[in-house]
T-cell receptor, first 110, second 112 residues
Framework: NAGVTQTPKFRILKIGQSMTLQCTQD?????MYWYRQDPGMGLKLIYY???????DKGEVPNGYNVSRSTTEDFPLRLELAAPSQTSVYFC?????????FGPGTRLTVT | GNSVTQMEGPVTLSEEAFLTINCTYT??????LFWYVQYPGEGLQLLLK?????DKGSNKGFEATYRKETTSFHLEKGSVQVSDSAVYFC???????????FGTGTRLLVSP
């Protein structure tokens, strides 16, 4: 039981490039979330999903897109990367409000 | 909507000192309350929770009591260790779909 896994761990992007952050969970959870964590700040919700085929925006969705074709996978797409998207990104899934987090992806946009 | 406020850090303590990290909340009704911990380079993980008023959550020597009178859920530990150095987040549910709202986090630094 691996829990929530994320790839890559680190990535450097140039301004305007695109990338997909991968997230997979093996706990059969319906609810999944993407957060970003900026230095010294709490977590901000980017997107969430309540099941395969159903996604919705969180607090800070601009510049991101998501899809949920299976229960297990919830990738986050960055189009036209900007320096403001430099952050640590966490994926999580939940059961009974207990959220299980992946180890994070540290992204730098220069 | 529901919100949470926790004390600013960093909190710097010597090993075996007593720890308190304050958390107060604003909520409709009496939702479950949570403390999460983030060790360096890792994601958050649940430390403890309380599901109703006057409940005490506990884990790894940490405790927090759900006090509805003062709308607080302060985290305490009687004797901290260097290995407790981490960032601690208070959290509660908000606006459905099992979403949580997190405090800004309190960094704890414990020196030998």
């Amino acid at each position: 039981n691996a829990g929530v896994t994320q790839t890559p761990k680190f990535r450097i992007l140039k301004i305007g490039q695109s990338m997909t952050l991968q997230c997979t969970q093996d706990m059969n959870h319906n609810y999944m979330y993407w957060y970003r964590q900026d230095p010294g700040m709490g977590l901000k919700l980017i997107y969430y999903s309540v099941g395969a085929g159903i996604t919705d925006k969180g607090e800070v969705p601009n510049g991101y897109n998501v899809s949920r074709s299976t229960t297990e996978d919830f990738p986050l797409r960055l189009e036209l990367a900007a320096p403001s998207q430099t952050s640590v990104y966490f994926c999580a899934s939940t059961a009974d409000y207990e959220q299980y987090f992946g180890p994070g992806t540290r992204l730098t946009v220069t | 909507g529901n919100s949470v406020t926790q004390m600013e850090g960093p909190v710097t303590l010597s090993e075996e000192a007593f720890l308190t990290i304050n958390c107060t909340y604003t909520a409709t009704g009496y939702p479950s309350l949570f403390w999460y911990v983030q060790y360096p380079g890792e994601g958050l993980q649940l430390l403890l929770k309380a599901t109703k008023a006057d409940d005490k959550g506990s884990n790894k020597g940490f405790e927090a009591t759900y006090r509805k009178e003062t709308t607080s859920f302060h985290l305490e530990k009687g004797s901290v260790q260097v290995s407790d150095s981490a960032v601690y987040f208070c959290a509660l549910p908000t606006t459905g779909f099992q979403k949580l709202v997190f405090g800004t986090g309190t960094r704890l630094l414990v020196s030998p």
